[in-house]
């Protein structure tokens, strides 16, 4: 059974810092990973897709790599600020034809 | 107006009512979730849906129930609510001709029951 963690569950930086964000999965057979971004109480945005024949992707101020064979990956978030702040998601899939599952999330405090 | 809509956005009902969230969709999709949200348990799925006559079971299927009416509709039902039904429920849909396998998410329909 896939699994997926994320870690740390909680961070607080101060604004301006770049930072890290990590997930590791336990089936490296996966098709893609997702990452989003989760704002209080609200939906999920998907921020960066990576399929399995990619290494990374980048939107703006973020980048997502992924290590398939170390079963990682990392969102990079450069030059954080205040609205940053929120709770970011990692998920993977094993094939086109599998839901998604879910990390549990970081939860990300930028300090202005 | 947004691409997945879910309703109602909020509900307080009693233990043993029978409750219904409906989620509809603008986005073409031909596949459909429903997902549970419970604070630092992330997301679990409940069911999914790949077409009008698919329905597949996720990972907390018991207590509820779902019904696919139309490609751009998919209901989720909890037949007699219990406490720890309460919850954050998402309506996700993504679609297989493109096959990248990204989802879109409703809002959320908040849940409690007393």
């Known amino acids: 059974k896939q699994e997926v963690t994320q870690i740390p569950a909680a961070l607080s930086v101060p604004e301006g810092e770049n930072l890290v964000l990590n997930c590791s999965f336990t089936d490296s057979a996966i098709y893609n990973l997702q990452w989003f971004r989760q704002d209080p109480g609200k939906g999920l945005t998907s921020l960066l897709l990576i399929q399995s024949s990619q290494r990374e992707q980048t939107s703006g101020r973020l980048n997502a790599s992924l290590d398939k064979s170390s079963g990682r990956s990392t969102l990079y978030i450069a030059a954080s600020q205040p609205g940053d702040s929120a709770t970011y998601l990692c998920a993977v899939t094993l094939s086109g034809n599998t839901p998604l599952v879910f990390g549990k999330g970081t939860r990300l405090s930028v300090i202005a | 107006d947004a691409d997945v809509t879910q309703t109602p956005r909020n509900r307080i009902t009693k233990t043993g009512k029978r409750i219904m969230l409906e989620c509809s969709q603008t986005?073409?999709?031909?596949?459909m979730y429903w997902y549970r949200q419970d604070p630092g348990l992330g997301l679990q799925l409940i069911y999914y849906?790949?077409?009008?006559?698919?329905?597949n079971k996720g990972e907390i299927s018991d207590g509820y129930s779902v019904s696919r009416q139309a490609q751009a509709k998919f209901s989720l039902s909890l037949e007699s609510a219990i406490p720890n039904q309460t919850a954050l429920y998402f309506c996700?849909?993504?679609?297989?001709?493109?096959?990248?396998?990204?989802?879109?998410f409703g809002e959320g329909s908040r849940l409690t029951v007393l």
């Open positions: 996700a849909t993504s679609d297989s001709v493109v096959n990248t396998g990204e989802l879109f």
């Open positions: 986005k073409g999709h031909d596949r």
């Open positions: 849906s790949f077409d009008v006559k698919d329905i």
